[in-house]
């Protein structure tokens, strides 16, 4: 028989999970690369919400696509690590 302690404990951790989850699908991350020629803003999805390019930036074509695979590999890093905090808080092993 499972110990109605236990088994309240795990739908009190299963509510937290969900609820820091949530939060993370809010929260969001900015990466910056270039010294400012491309910003990528990522949520805790992890989803990109944002990419500016600066002028300077979008003049150099050849460096461009570089710079942003960057600046979105930085969020995405970001993101991850969040959200890795974010579950980790909750004292749950191996997260």
Known sequence: MINRKMLKQAQELQSRILKAQEEITKMTVEA??????????MTGQPRVQEVRISPEAAADPEVLPDLI???????????QEMASQRLGGLGIPGM
């Open 32 to 41: 910056t690369v270039g010294g400012g020629a491309v910003t990528v803003v």
């Open 69 to 79: 695979v960057a600046a979105v590999n930085e969020a995405l890093n970001k993101a």
